[in-house]
């Protein structure tokens, strides 16, 4: 497996060990998942507001930076037997989960946890266009973020 982690803004420097901390969270939802995590790669792109946007735009056709997209991989067809498949890409933009984390009255590191985890899940599938599915995909969150050890986001 890999999980392949790109930090292309400065404003992730206030994370700290951002890049390990993407990477235990994208490892704990793959066991989560019981799947085998040598046999996918993910893809995690730490970017701004800006580029967030604009891959927002040009995906989905939709003008504003959201705090974390998922990208499920389309299906990679016959692989060579020792090859992992790509599971899919997530982007997360640094200011909108600065501002995020702010407002939440949360620490960055565990918002950012928080949302890396949301984003694995939606390359799983994991929705919440409905009450059921997001209750669904909640307590999916909550039990992966247990395992590395921050609180139920959705606890008053």
């Known amino acids: 497996m890999a999980v392949l982690i790109d930090v292309d803004?400065?404003?992730w420097r206030r994370v700290d060990d951002v890049e390990m901390l993407?990477?235990?969270?994208?490892?704990?939802?793959?066991?989560?998942?019981?799947?085998d995590r040598d046999s996918v790669d993910v893809s995690v792109l730490l970017t701004g507001d800006d580029e967030a946007a604009r891959i927002n735009a040009a995906w989905r056709n939709k003008s504003y930076a959201p705090n974390v997209?998922?990208?499920p991989a389309a299906n990679a067809g016959e692989l060579p037997g020792d090859a992992s498949r790509p599971l899919g890409d997530i982007v997360l933009a640094a200011g909108v989960v600065a501002r995020e984390a702010l407002e939440q009255k949360k620490p960055m590191d565990r918002h950012l946890s928080h949302l890396i985890v949301h984003g694995v899940l939606h390359l799983f599938?994991?929705?919440?266009?409905?009450d059921a599915d997001a209750d669904r995909m909640e307590r999916a969150e909550a039990a992966v973020l247990r395992v590395i050890g921050f609180p139920d986001p959705y606890d008053a």
Do not use: K, M, P
């Open 9 to 11: 803004d400065t404003g």
């Open 22 to 35: 993407a990477e235990r969270a994208v490892i704990a939802t793959l066991e989560h998942q019981g799947c």
């Open 69 to 71: 997209l998922s990208f």
């Open 125 to 130: 599938g994991y929705d919440h266009a409905n």
